[in-house]
């Protein structure tokens, strides 16, 4: 099995993503994604990826990607050069599982779980489908007319009802983000008091309206300085979340311990950080508390699947990232039914109810606030036709003559 051709998919209806359908000589086409940026990662799966591995063996999968998440500039970050080597390697374990007839947990190793509980990150249905403006409201996705399932709109003005829809659901986790407007009214810097008192007044009021029914994690995206990350922590304590997400920049061991002894809350670290070597030392230093990775920006599944060992080693548990596109999604539930130490699985149901469903044919099923895996083939799941003919959808192939009439695959 060889591959043949790349084909990367854009839509004008979410700027930030890419899509990469791999070919094989066989007729097994996988399926890989990268969000942000998708020009830059489109340039680079042509320009410089195709090259590199047109023609060469699909099964060999880890020299690929070491080849990739090694490459001269960008292997230390989740940049352009990673997040178009993880695209690779997404395809190229879904070719590997097609061809085998199994599904990604099963190839990894098998299910360590049947089900998995999974929490809400409460963004809307057009959160971050544009690409990054200063204006803030842009970035949320609420310029746009208001809709069904913008949880968003609902945790910033009603997160009692909120609260209450999820629970009624059977969903017991929830994710939001109250302090990001002062983050981007500051500069990410000096947080004010009266800031911190109104992003605090959030987690307060669904407290009220529920207790303990419902945990609580605090999304601070990266945004603050030490001090202010300080503050921030010392308010939220008091409602007990089950983790503070991403105070510092993840790339700050010395921040994230000094925060991390600051604190009895754990720490969650990191879907920004990529390759697994990048781990290594972030783990070593004690500072997360619950490790956090992104398949789609680590550099792919293979570099996920290290990740996810280091973690068991140091006994950590894991919690795969999404708010991205489906195709990430879909990796990162198949890692999370493999992998030994994973807690919870990340997902939106303003995504996985809305544009998810109309961009592929499966997604897992959630049910009562749990999960269950894909079983199909690979990954599981397919671009839907409809989707791949509708208006504003553009490709670009690149493709070579692999194999000679007659040829083993």
Known sequence: MHIGALQTIRSSDNDNLLWLVLETDTGITGLGEAFFAPGAVENFVHEVIAPLVLGRDATQIGAINRELTRYPVGYASSGVEMRAAAALDMALWDCLGQRSGLPLHTLLGGRARDTIRIYNTCAGPHYVTKARSADVDSWFGRDRELQALDDLYAFEHEPE???????????????????????????????????VQDGLRVFQRIRAAVGFEMDLMVELHAMWDLTSAKQIIRAVETIEPLWIEDPVRMDDHRALRELANFTRIPLLASETIAPAASFAPLISSGAPGIVCFDPGWCGGITQARAICDMAAAAQLPVAAHDCTGPIGYVAGTHLSFWAPTAMIQETVRAYVRGWYADVVTDLPVIHQGRMKPLTGPGLGTRLKPSFLSSAGVTRRLSSVQVAPVGATA
């Open 161 to 195: 009802r909120l609260a209450r829809d999820l629970l009624a659901e059977g969903i017991t986790g929830m994710k939001i983000w109250p302090f990001d407007r002062a983050a981007f009214a500051n500069g990410g810097v000096g947080i004010t008091t009266a800031q």
